[in-house]
């Protein structure tokens, strides 16, 4: 039972969330502050050609999400909308970062392209990669979400706003959001450019990540947790980079061991458990074998796609 409430469409809200968290945000100095400060140049033309600066946009959105409390920044962008009011107030969700600017192209590029575009700069590139890690579904998990994570996929989703990669919501009856492309002119590529777009359009964790936030059923799955309990951290570099300095995301790619840490335990806790207690860190697997060599695995492709990106960075002045 508590699976088809996570799973399946929830109860719809009885009040406007979406236009209560926009007053919530200008009654607060911080979101107040830091949501004119992205309004503005997401709505400034700057010529009859172009309807914004749409790199000042992004830097602003950025600062937004990374500054503003979650509190704030995700009710305004992950609210519920009552059923009496379901088009005009998932409307107001959807311009939340002012789409015009910050989401919109005079043509639609290629999804594979505009994977290869956001590849090729540092910050889309290690946000594009948290996405994929922290917002992997997964159907066996109570949660939808390979990681039992709400929290760090609804934090990996955010990260993604401000970059050549913004998603956004789609005009749909069900939650549904994606980069702003599509898989025309894919040729051979078809099919993988057809998985890469239902990873945003069709992501069960990230739907039900979203549904639960807006909604207020999240309560113990949203906060953050991790899978095993360690000795060292197991906060992600991006993660620990936000925290620490927001500022300084923009400047370089945090490329602290914390992960090759929390990897590393996991191999000694799995070599334990041969010879003393069984451990459980999957809620969805009762084999607790099973689960750790299946976290493990899931390691072992974080590590290399981790060693790919830094092996093949890109500089810029």
Request: some cysteine; proline content about 5%; hydrophobic content about 30%.
């Amino acid at each position: 039972e508590a699976r088809h409430l996570l799973t399946c469409e929830p109860a719809v809200a009885r009040e406007n969330n979406c236009l209560n968290a926009a007053k919530a945000c200008n009654l607060n100095d911080t979101c107040k502050k830091y949501r004119s400060a992205y309004i503005s140049p997401c709505t400034t033309r700057v010529s009859t050609a172009e309807v914004c600066n749409k790199r000042k946009c992004h830097k602003a959105l950025r600062q937004f999400f990374d500054k503003v409390p979650p509190k704030h920044s995700y009710g305004m962008l992950f609210c519920s909308c009552p059923l009496r009011d379901q088009t005009a107030c998932s409307e107001r969700r959807r311009q939340t970062i002012v789409p015009v600017c910050s989401y919109e192209e005079k043509q639609k590029p290629n999804c594979l392209e505009l994977q290869v575009t956001c590849k090729n700069n540092y910050i889309c590139r290690s946000r594009l990669a948290d996405f994929f890690a922290n917002c992997q579904p997964e159907p066996r998990s109570l949660t939808g979400c390979l990681k039992e994570n709400y929290a760090d996929c609804l934090l990996a989703y955010s990260g993604l706003i401000g970059t050549v990669m913004t998603p956004n919501y789609l005009r749909s009856p069900k939650i549904s959001v994606s980069p702003y492309c599509n898989c025309s002119n894919s040729g051979n590529n078809k099919d993988e450019c057809d998985k890469f777009t239902e990873f945003f359009t069709e992501n069960t964790c990230l739907r039900n990540a979203i549904q639960a936030f807006g909604n207020g059923t999240d309560v113990g799955v949203w906060q953050p947790m991790s899978p095993v309990q360690t000795t060292t951290s197991t906060t992600t570099p991006y993660q620990r980079n936000r925290e620490r300095n927001p500022n300084t995301i923009d400047n370089h790619i945090n490329t602290d061991p914390g992960i090759y840490h929390f990897c590393g335990s996991l191999q000694v806790r799995h070599t334990h458990t041969h010879t003393h207690t069984h451990t459980h860190i999957h809620k969805g697997i009762s084999d607790s074998d099973n689960g750790m060599f299946f976290w493990i695995f899931h390691c072992s492709l974080v590590l290399f796609s981790f060693d790919f990106f830094f092996s093949n960075s890109v500089s810029f002045n």
